[in-house]
């Protein structure tokens, strides 16, 4: 398979066979073009390899084909079918900021501007994430990369639910790969959870230390959402913030 990796869970030995041949004789398409895209990203081109996309299952189905390079996982993210939320979804949200960042930060998913416009964190909760992370010298214009665990829109904005994470945590973990950076900040539960892989550990738990990611220095706070409904976290997430310069400046 050359320089994709399979994800195989779930087939049987036939259809990952199956698979295998169709990835040999070209299955793979050129991804049509959707969703904003950050300067940076437009910068560096188009990706063009995808898992050929047919009706959207009621849980995840194996991904077949996770590309090794940025461009074609960004262009497989943005046909994803392996969940339900590609029905209900405008457009996918796959990233925004630089992806030679020193930090990137996760959230949870994306919600109604950021469907609309196919970037992340771009509505209330967002602008005020930008204006905290500038107050310690930090920016998606030359030193953030941001993402979330999940890529399109739950309807109404509900909670993702475990098979919609399942699905789409390996392009995730992925770009994390990557992008290599020097320290990763998860925004609320989700995020917290699934880079700590804690399970429903309180996120009051997880915040004020330094957890690792595959060896990418890691701090868990709240979702800045949750800060705009309860200020008086306002001075934890600061805290975490401190916490996660001290770690950029040592680096
Ligand atoms: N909340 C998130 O977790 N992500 C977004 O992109 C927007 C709001």
Known sequence: MGEHELFLEG?????????????RHGAA????????????????????????????PATASPLPVLPASYDELRAAALTCTRCRLSETRTQVVFSDGVIDARLVVVGEAPGANEDET?????????????????????????????????????????????????????FLKKQLELIRPQALLAVGSFASQLL?????????????????????????????????????????FWDDLQLLRNLLDSA
């Not at 087939?11 to 990835?23: D, S």
């Not at 990706?47 to 996309?53: D, E, F, L, Q």
């Not at 004020?208 to 959402?225: D, I, K, N, Q, R």
């Open 29 to 56: 398409a050129v991804a049509p073009p959707q969703g904003g895209r950050s300067p940076v990203e437009s910068a560096t081109g188009g990706g063009s390899v995808v898992a050929r996309a047919t009706a959207a």
């Open 118 to 170: 196919g970037l992340p964190f771009v509505g209330a909760a967002g602008k005020y994430l930008d204006l905290l992370l500038s107050s310690v010298g930090l920016s998606r214009e030359d030193s953030v990369y941001i993402c979330n665990v999940l890529k399109c829109r739950p309807p109404g904005n509900r909670n993702p639910m475990e098979d919609e994470i399942e699905a789409c945590s390996p």
């Open 11 to 23: 087939l049987t030995r036939e259809q990952a066979l199956k698979l295998a041949e169709a990835a």
């Open 196 to 236: 700590t892989g804690s399970g429903k550990v309180a996120l009051g738990k997880l915040r004020g230390e330094v957890h690792s990611y595959e060896g990418v220095p890691l701090v868990c706070t709240y979702h800045p959402a949750a800060l705009l409904r309860n200020p008086k976290w306002t001075r934890s």
